[in-house]
C-alpha cells in the first residue's frame, strides 16, 4: 500500500488520482488539496477531465487509483469506495449542482427543495418548508416557491437546484459548468448566488469558463489538459503570466469566442 497522506487542514485531498473510461485515461495522475472556505476554480478545453475530476470528489465516479479524502471521509484509496451507507452520509456534506438543473419535475419548486431533508436529514414537513423558504429568499426566488419547474426560466431553475443542494448543509459544493446551459442574460443572476455563497465562506469547486468570476471569486485556478493538472495558481498568475504556453492558448481561445 502507498503512504499517501491526505494534507493536514484540507478539506478535500486529493492524490495520485486516476480513473480510465475503458483504454481511455481521463484522469492520469491529480494531486490537489482545497483548505476549507476557498474558492476554486476549474478550467480546461472539453474533454481534459473536469466533470470527471469533480464528479470523483463526491463518489459519483469511482476512481480506480490514488486517494481522495474529503470532508473527513477517506471516499476511495487504492480502489477501495467508502461503503453505500457513508457514501449516501458523504454526498449530505458535498452538494452538487449540474449544468442541467436536474430539477424533479412533477415536484413544486418548494418540494424539490424539501424532499432530501425531510428523507435524509429527517425533517418534519414544516421545518423543511421553513428552511426551503428562507432558501428560496437566498436566492432570491420566494415568490416561485409553489411554481413547477417548467415555468421557470433557465436562471431561476438553477437558482432552485442551488437552493436544493444548500437544503441538505453540505460543507462543500461542487459546480459543473453551472451557467453554460444558459441564455447569456441569465448567466448573471446564478453568478451573484454562486458569489454570495463564496463571501459566506462556502468551500466551493467550480468547473467554469467564466472568466470574470474566476477573476473575482477565486482564491485558486486549476488548469486541466490531458486528465492532468497543467499550472495552479492565484487568478492573477494564471491569467495575466500563465507558466504553461497551453494555458495561454487555452484562455486566448475561451476569450476570442465571447
Ligand atoms: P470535461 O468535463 O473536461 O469536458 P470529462 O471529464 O467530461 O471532461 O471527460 C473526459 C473524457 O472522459 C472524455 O474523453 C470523455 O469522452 C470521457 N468520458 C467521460 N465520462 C465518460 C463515461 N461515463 N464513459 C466513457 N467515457 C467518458
Ligand atoms: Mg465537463
Redesign the pocket.
Same mark, same amino acid.
Given at each position: 500500500m502507498m503512504s499517501i497522506q491526505a494534507a493536514s487542514g484540507a478539506i478535500i485531498s486529493i492524490r495520485g488520482l486516476r480513473k480510465s473510461? /475503458?483504454p481511455?485515461v481521463?484522469l492520469n495522475g491529480i494531486d490537489f488539496d482545497v483548505m476549507p472556505q476557498q474558492v476554486v476554480v476549474v478550467i /480546461?478545453?472539453?474533454?481534459?477531465?473536469?466533470?470527471?475530476?469533480l464528479r470523483c470528489c463526491n463518489g459519483l465516479e469511482k476512481a480506480e487509483g490514488g486517494r481522495v479524502d474529503i470532508c473527513g471521509h477517506t471516499l476511495v484509496n487504492e480502489g477501495r469506495m467508502l461503503p453505500e451507507a457513508d457514501l449516501n452520509s458523504l454526498r449530505e456534506e458535498v452538494g452538487m449542482v449540474f449544468q442541467s438543473f436536474n430539477l424533479f419535475p412533477h415536484l413544486s419548486v418548494r418540494e424539490n427543495i424539501t424532499l432530501g431533508p425531510r428523507k435524509l436529514r429527517g425533517l418534519s414537513r414544516a421545518q423543511a418548508q421553513i428552511e426551503a423558504d428562507e432558501l428560496l429568499k437566498k436566492v432570491g426566488l420566494t415568490d416561485k416557491a409553489d411554481a413547477m419547474p417548467a415555468s421557470l426560466s433557465g436562471g431561476q431553475k438553477q437558482r432552485v437546484a442551488i437552493a436544493r443542494a444548500l437544503a441538505m448543509k453540505p460543507r462543500v459544493m461542487l459546480f459543473d459548468e453551472p451557467t453554460s446551459a444558459l441564455d447569456p442574460e441569465l448567466v448573471g443572476e446564478v453568478l451573484q448566488v454562486m458569489k454570495l455563497l463564496a463571501s459566506e465562506g462556502m468551500t466551493m469547486m467550480v468547473?467554469t469558463h467564466e472568466m470574470g468570476f474566476a477573476k473575482e471569486v477565486a482564491d485558486v485556478v486549476v488548469v486541466?489538459d490531458g486528465g492532468v493538472i497543467i499550472e495552479s495558481g492565484s487568478p492573477q498568475t494564471i491569467f495575466t503570466n500563465p507558466a504553461q504556453e497551453r494555458t495561454r492558448s487555452f484562455l486566448q481561445a475561451v476569450l476570442s469566442r465571447g
Open positions: 473510461f /475503458g481511455n481521463v /480546461g478545453p472539453s474533454g481534459s477531465g473536469k466533470s470527471t475530476f468547473v486541466m
